[in-house]
């Protein structure tokens, strides 16, 4: 039987075994470490020159590869027609002068003067109007070094790229932003960007957009030529939807709820002055106001929006309707003119002609008067005077009459012309904006 006080410490001595063995290790790394690190300074002090491409002394052009992973994307502005981004920009080459046969892992280095010592590509954003380097909390940039020679290099940037966007269909528009990369001072002679074989524009994970759905992402390679030289370029354009839910709540709904109120003015009675003023009156003041908050928010364009021919056709649907409460309100309250067509007939009564002032003074009266034919005027009439002022009382009470039907004729038809021809108006906008 083996005693307790020995069995305890064997296993102490294993565990100072393995400590001892463990620090052995991380030292002999440290140190590896440090001796590449050395290697390193040596290959970087003997005879790197770093103005020249790694493919200099070949006489071919240095091949670039770049990648974009995008962390935010957003900002998409239609009144300064830019869009802002934060990325991080991977750009990966060969560098033969940097490989070295004692040299078995890579280096992954953030050291600003790492990186100016050695030849990197010197690359711009030709379409961007604004960067900025991150520097929080230290320099944002990478060098790793990879025993082959191979240096991927890679920077963090906030940028502010230009995108010249059409607006004739907003807000149901479709805009393609693009992002450029180039070559700044090497000709395509020297060095040539290509993009990544793979997946070269990666966005993040659970990257959203508020008012854009990216439909899709293409990556192309361009050329840039001035008086200069040709310059290597590449491009990613973003393809990218609107989504109108934010513009059918705050702008489409409101406008269609507003012309639909400005038709109950139809349903009130005709007399009904004072109501249907203030309806019809509060209804275009409504539009219009919906119309200049809506135009507040977009650029001063030469050309017609969708937004524009929806706001103007609410507006003019709006105003027609007080138009037509205007000649209803006319036709209902004029007067018919009532001419006198008669010449009083020299006649005789008692012995005496009635002169023409008698005459007169027979036909005016007043409109009750003309109402209704007396007893008195009929026997006048039997007398041989003409009793034209009681069929003229008559014909302008009918033709009162048939203005006033009129008017309602009017207003019954308007119930059903106005919703029918904002229909028409909705299928033939949305059919046209939306193929």
Known sequence: MIPRA????????????????LFLIATQGNTARIDHLQILDSLLKKDYDRRATPTNHLNNATTVQCELYIRSFGSISPVTMDYEVDLYLRQKWQDERLKHAEITESLDL??????????????YFPNAKHAEFQFVTVPNVLVRINPDGEILYMLRLKLTFSCM????????????????????????????????????????????????EIVRILSSNCQESFQIGNYSCLVA???????????????????????VISWVSFWMDVNSVPGRTTLGVTTLLAVSSQSSGIQSGLPQVSYVKAIDVWMGTCTAFVFCALLEF???NYMWRKQPSSRSQSAPRGSIMNGEALTRSASAGLIRRTAQETKMCTSTEVGIASAGFETRPCR???NVKRQRQSQ??????????ARLAF?????????????????
């Open 392 to 394: 003229n009382a008559q």
């Open 326 to 328: 205007t000649l209803v």
């Open 404 to 413: 006033q039907k009129l008017a309602r004729k009017i207003d019954e038809r």
């Open 419 to 435: 919703p029918v021809a904002f229909a028409l108006f909705n299928v033939s906008y949305w059919l046209y904006y939306l193929k």
């Open 237 to 259: 354009e973003f393809y990218l939807s609107r989504s109108v839910g934010f513009h059918l709540v705050q702008s489409y709904l409101p406008t269609i709820l507003i012309v």
């Open 6 to 21: 020995s069995t305890t410490n064997a296993t102490h001595s294993l565990w100072l075994l393995s400590l001892a063995g």
């Open 165 to 212: 966007m059409d607006l004739s269909k907003f807000p149901l528009d479709s805009q393609v932003c693009t992002m450029e990369v180039a070559s700044f001072s090497k000709t395509i002679e020297e060095l040539k960007l290509e993009w990544k074989a793979e997946k070269p524009i990666i966005m993040g994970k659970g990257l959203r957009m508020p008012q854009f």
């Open 110 to 123: 953030n050291d600003p003067n790492l990186v100016k010592a050695i030849w990197k590509p010197e690359v």
